[in-house]
């Protein structure tokens, strides 16, 4: 899917203030390691992951997406009443009705004649969403929409804790479907797309595409655990295969956005790769043979932050610098199911509001791929 009409006018994003290490998860892990006689720094050692953030108990996912998407908004300086499309495109949602969408648009005090719904499809939400708002842009039924989400880790990983720790099932060979589990983060984050007749930024949208391998459903699968009568949060996750099925997906969805954009893989400048682990996204970056030095990464200190991930990584490269203006960016986007969604953008100086200390955030363990890869 090609676009000629759609541009990147700001990006917005929100993080939670609460911190908490992987070595922290590790040691409220004691009891499980220590019958299963796991070695400590484990779960560092195989996801790369060194921290992640939490927002406070009970807060409603629309409450961060209304900050990051007024954020976006201030970051482009654009006038609200020419929005004519709402998406909130995470996983986390205030409850199953009305669509969280509903109260973001009530707050942000958008027109009545503004499109607003809720997307979510895994770790592909807000990509989906951006992919649905460059088509209405494209095809002249809005001027701008804005694409917001705010994915919560916190229940989720914390019900994994007290799930390992208290199960007289768990085992050294099954442990592994709940690693997954203990890399999720949060984050909150908001992309406004403007036609390009009056767009400030000339940031081209220029081509999606997608692939469903769905014969891969299963492998990764959250609900609530409805026998705890607290239908509380967990997931079960053959990461090995998912990561082996996931990359053979996204090659082949990597070749067909060479084909749309007519790049080859030399005239990627920068990429921005799915956000789950440091060994996936290695393995990944190899299989489509870019350069691991031109891609930039935040799941070291972020986690994995679900459908915020991608467009999160986006801004904070663009915040510190490292996106250079006539880039061209490769958004690598893969999600349970399995679905693969990519976008290739033509980079322009394009305004971000998010964490005026962002690299103060940034432990400096991390920093080696971004002060590598930085111009």
């Not at 701008?144 to 994915?151: C, D, M």
């Not at 100086?349 to 200390?357: C, L």
């Amino acid at each position: 899917m090609r676009f000629e009409n759609v541009c990147i006018e700001s990006l917005g994003y929100t993080l939670p203030s609460t911190m908490v290490t992987t070595a922290e998860i590790e040691q409220r892990l004691a009891p499980v390691y220590q019958r299963l006689r796991l070695p400590e720094g484990r779960l560092e050692l195989m996801t790369g992951i060194l921290q992640r953030r939490f927002w406070p108990s009970n807060t409603l996912p629309s409450d961060p997406s209304i900050e990051s998407a007024k954020r976006t908004i201030e970051a482009a300086d654009f006038d609200p009443g020419q929005i004519g499309m709402l998406i909130h495109g995470s996983v986390c949602r205030d409850q199953l009705e009305p669509a969280t969408a509903c109260r973001v648009h009530s707050k942000l005090d958008l027109p009545s004649d503004c499109l607003v719904f809720d997307t979510s499809n895994a770790c592909l939400g807000m990509v989906n969403g951006m992919l649905q708002a460059a088509s209405m842009i494209e095809l002249g039924h809005v001027q701008a929409a804005l694409v917001v989400g705010t994915e919560n880790g916190a229940g989720l990983v914390e019900n994994t804790i007290e799930y390992l720790n208290a199960s007289e099932d768990v085992t050294r060979q099954n442990i592994k479907f709940a690693i997954a589990s203990l890399t999720i983060g949060s984050a909150s984050s908001g992309v406004l797309l403007t036609h390009r007749s009056i767009s400030k930024t000339q940031t081209s949208l220029h081509s999606v595409v997608a692939r469903a391998d769905t014969v891969h459903y299963e492998l990764c699968q959250g609900d609530h655990d409805r026998n705890d009568g607290q239908n509380r949060p967990l997931m079960n996750t053959d990461s090995e295969t998912l990561m082996a099925r996931g990359i053979d997906t996204g090659e082949q969805t990597f070749q067909k956005l060479l084909q749309d954009t007519g790049w080859q893989q030399g005239n990627v400048q920068r990429s921005i790769c799915h956000q789950v682990g440091m060994a996936h996204r290695k393995l990944m970056l190899e299989r489509l043979q870019l350069d691991a030095a031109n891609d930039f990464a935040t799941v070291q200190w972020l986690g994995n932050t679900g459908s915020c991930a991608v467009p999160v990584t986006l801004a904070v490269a663009a915040q510190l610098d490292v996106l250079t203006p006539g880039d061209n960016i490769a958004l690598l986007g893969i999600g349970s199911g399995i679905n693969c969604v990519m976008a290739g953008i033509q980079w322009q100086p394009t305004p971000v509001k998010g964490e005026a200390s962002i690299a103060d955030l940034i432990p400096t363990e991390a920093t080696g791929s971004w002060h590598l890869a930085a111009r």
